[in-house]
């Protein structure tokens, strides 16, 4: 069967194969305790229409972080709303086969990944969604105070283009007091 494909088609095939599954790394030695507590998603960068469409009405979520004595992790988002409120939501993300790796069915989420972390200061987070066939890529930057850290947007802006995302399809979230206080 694969001697009747041109040879045009198979390059064009190995290429999105290759770019599809670029290497993604996981945090070394994550340590789920050191990671929990509040984080605030400073920058977003990904291929998903809907999020294009909308980034630059969003505003930045806080999130809390809760270890699971599985392996799991407990989140609970506090999104900004246009009237004013705070749309709170609340999810988990199944550990995987190594840890700092997630998925969430419930999200269409199938792989989770905490890519880098100092615990204090900053985390890049890659999520990958399959919703329809449709498979999309996001990088997600977590900050400790609600302003951008040097150093993790440095590893985030160094890891996109890996995965075919470019400056265009990100934003840098607004603070938001909306959700300050959410979760205390």
């Not at 194969?17 to 507590?37: E, K, R, T, Y």
């Not at 699971?68 to 900004?80: H, Q």
């Not at 880098?116 to 329809?132: I, P, R, W």
Request: proline share 5%; with cysteine.
């Amino acid at each position: 069967m694969l001697q009747t494909l041109p040879i045009g088609s198979i390059l064009v095939l190995l290429l999105r194969v290759s770019l599809g599954q670029a290497q993604v790394p996981i945090q070394a030695n994550f340590d789920a305790s050191q990671f929990q507590g509040t984080w605030y998603v400073v920058g977003m960068v990904s291929d998903d229409e809907n999020f294009l469409n909308s980034k630059d009405d969003m505003k930045m979520p806080v999130v809390l972080v809760t270890p699971l004595a599985n392996g799991d992790l407990d989140l609970k988002f506090g999104y900004s709303t246009p009237d004013g409120g705070c749309q709170k939501m609340g999810t988990t993300f199944t550990k995987g086969a190594v840890d700092g790796q997630f998925s969430n069915a419930a999200m269409a989420q199938t792989d989770i990944r905490v890519v880098s972390t100092d615990y204090n200061h900053f985390a890049v987070v890659y999520l990958e969604t399959q919703k329809g066939g449709v498979r999309n890529v996001w990088l997600q930057l977590y900050a400790r105070a609600p302003e951008l850290f040097p150093e993790g947007a440095q590893k985030m802006q160094q890891l996109a283009p890996q995965l075919g995302l470019n400056p265009s399809q990100g934003a840098l979230l607004p603070k938001s007091d909306q959700c300050a206080g959410a979760f205390s």
